[in-house]
C-alpha cells in the first residue's frame, strides 16, 4: 500500500500585509532623536553645525570637523546605551532560543537512556 501525501501541508502560507497595518517604529530611532534634543548633545551638535558651516564656506581647508561629530555621537550613543534596554532583551530571547533546543535534545536523549 502506497500512502500519498499532500506538500501543502507542509509548506506554511505567508499573506501580504494589508496597507491598513502601521509601519513598525525602530525604538532605537526614537531614543536617538530623544537624546539628541537633550541640552549636552544639543551644545554638541551646534558646535558640529557650526563647524560644518564654516568648512562648507571655505573653498580649500584640511578641517573636516570629524571631532565634533565624534562628540556629539558619543553624547547621543551614550544617552542611548543608558536608557535603551532592548539589546539585552533580544539577547535573552535568543539565548532562550538557542538553549532551549538544547535542552529539549538532551531531555529525549537522557529519556531514552
Not at 33 to 52: D, M, P, R
Not at 61 to 90: N, Q
Amino acid at each position: 500500500m502506497v500512502v500519498i501525501m499532500s506538500t501543502k501541508s507542509f509548506i506554511p502560507t505567508v499573506k501580504a500585509q494589508d496597507a491598513e497595518e502601521e509601519d513598525l517604529v525602530d525604538p532605537q530611532e526614537l531614543l536617538r532623536a530623544e537624546c539628541g534634543a537633550q541640552k549636552s548633545c544639543l551644545a554638541l551638535e551646534e558646535k558640529y553645525k557650526a563647524c560644518n558651516d564654516r568648512v562648507n564656506s571655505r573653498k580649500k581647508t584640511a578641517e573636516i570637523c570629524s571631532e565634533e561629530l565624534f562628540d556629539y555621537l558619543h553624547c547621543v550613543d551614550g544617552c542611548v546605551s543608558k536608557r535603551h534596554d532592548a539589546f539585552s532583551r533580544v539577547s535573552l530571547q535568543l539565548a532562550s532560543l538557542i538553549t532551549m533546543p538544547d535542552l529539549v535534545i538532551r531531555n529525549t536523549f537522557t529519556a531514552k537512556m
